[in-house]
C-alpha cells in the first residue's frame, strides 16, 4: 500500500465500480478484497468491505460503507485525453453504463463519482492564457462532451 491513496465510499458496489475502472481505463487494475471479518451496520460477515484498485494510475481504496455518505463534484478523477476517439470512448464508457452528462467535459459514473474527460488541446489552449484561451473557454462553457474540433477551431479563431 503506497502512503497516500485516495479512499472512495461506494454504498456496497466498490468491487463493481472497481472493475469497471480496470476495464475502461488504461493502467487500472484491482488489487486484493478485504471481506468484513463479522457483521456490521451495513453489511455481513463475508461481504467486500474495502477493494485496493488503481485508476490511470492513482492508487484507490473502495470502501463499502453504507448509504450514509455520497459523492459530489467536489472530487473528481480527470483524465487528459489526446485526441476525440479518446474522449468519446472514455466518456461513452461512464455515460452508457449508467452515469449522466454533465457540463464542461463532466460527466459522473452510475455509482455517482465524478470525471472530468479533457482533451489536452483544451487544457494547452486555456494555459496559453490570452484571447486563444478566452475562445477556448467561450467554446467549452456550452458543451457537455467537448468537441475538439470546436476547441481547435476556437483557438484558431
Known sequence: MTKNTICLWYEHDAEEAA????ETFPQSSIGAVHRAPA????????DAL???????GVPCIGLNGGPRFKHSEAFSFQIATDDQEETDRYWNAIVTNGGQESQCG???DKWGVSW????RV????????GDAA????????PMTKIDVAA??????G
Not at 472493475?19 to 480496470?22: E, G, I, K
Not at 457483521?39 to 463475508?46: H, N, T, V
Not at 475562445?135 to 467549452?140: D, G, H, Y
Open 151 to 156: 476547441i481547435e477551431a476556437a483557438v484558431r
Open 50 to 56: 474495502t477493494v485496493e484498485f488503481t485508476v490511470a
Open 106 to 108: 463532466w460527466c459522473k
Open 122 to 129: 483544451l487544457t494547452n489552449a486555456l494555459a496559453k492564457g
Open 39 to 46: 457483521d456490521y451496520p451495513d453489511g455481513k460477515a463475508g
Open 134 to 141: 478566452k475562445r477556448a473557454f467561450e467554446a467549452m462553457m
Open 116 to 119: 472530468q474527460i479533457t482533451p
Open 19 to 22: 472493475r469497471f475502472y480496470a
